[in-house]
């Protein structure tokens, strides 16, 4: 795995390339720590909802979380919000590799905050073989801020930044369509869950899979339509992600947010 010096290529590939960039930007050691600081949220959030059942999920691991599952209302308790990051794990990986690497990049960059949960919003994902439950459809996430008409400072342009930790590679992870960003596709809005979400017909667009080994990571442009992968193979997929806030004279003039729609 690399260390903090971020690839050369990858900036251009966000704007005149195809909307993203995929490869390794975390240490062997950083995804250790960071791998056991979600299996930490992880088994406190079994403990809130089913404490006679953490030692079996301790047991499984996130890896083999798919296998126990059923021994929990998995769609009640896995919420947006159950899956963050807290202050702890968030000091843990302002000192890793990757955002350090980030940080020679883009310069002082920042994570938003677009849920106002009170501090930097990074979040883990679990996603089960087999099912489609667990992942989200396809969308640009500069849809979600328009939509919901989150704030955001006009000198700064977002950037996603996506991690694979457990998962089989080519089988599991994130599906994006190429070049997608360079375009402007109509979406409209619906509620779901409680919340204003973009709803999109992606039937028969050709979405690519990225694949990324574990460890590795998929940074890609704010308007690049995505989504999650059904997940294939034995193991249960675990990632995170997060927005960063990315001063405006450290891209490109070529990269826009919130230009269209």
Do not use: C
């Not at 059923?70 to 308790?77: A, E, P, Q, W």
């Not at 050709?206 to 997940?231: A, I, N, W």
């Amino acid at each position: 795995m690399m260390s903090s010096r971020a690839p050369a290529d990858l900036v251009p590939a966000l704007v005149a390339g195809p909307g993203y960039w995929s490869g390794p930007l975390m240490s062997v050691a950083d995804i250790a720590v960071i791998d056991g600081e979600i299996e930490r949220l992880f088994l406190a959030q079994i403990a809130r909802h089913a404490p006679e059942r953490r030692d079996e999920f301790a047991r499984a691991g996130l890896s083999r979380y798919h296998e126990v599952s059923h021994l929990v209302d998995h769609g009640r308790i896995w919420g947006r919000l159950a899956r963050r990051f807290d202050a702890a794990a968030l000091a843990v990986l302002d000192r890793t590799d990757l955002y350090r690497g980030l940080r020679e990049l883009f310069g002082d960059f920042t994570v938003t905050d677009e849920e106002d949960v009170g501090e930097p919003l990074v979040r883990w994902r679990i996603v089960r073989p087999g099912e489609s439950g667990d992942i989200g459809p396809v969308h640009a996430d500069s849809w979600f801020w328009r939509i919901n008409k989150w704030p955001y400072d006009a000198d700064r342009s977002l950037i996603k930044i996506w991690t694979m930790l457990h998962g089989a590679p080519g089988e599991s992870g994130l599906m994006v369509l190429p070049d997608s960003h360079k375009v402007d596709y109509a979406y409209s809005a619906e509620i779901r869950d409680g919340s204003p979400k973009p709803s999109f017909d992606a039937a028969g667009l050709p979405m690519r899979p990225v694949r990324t080994l574990p460890g590795e990571s998929v940074v890609f442009h704010y308007d690049l339509l995505h989504g999650g992968m059904v997940t294939g193979g034995s193991a249960t997929r675990v990632s995170f992600e997060l927005t960063m806030a990315v001063k405006r004279d450290r891209l490109p003039s070529g990269y826009h947010f919130l230009a269209r729609g």
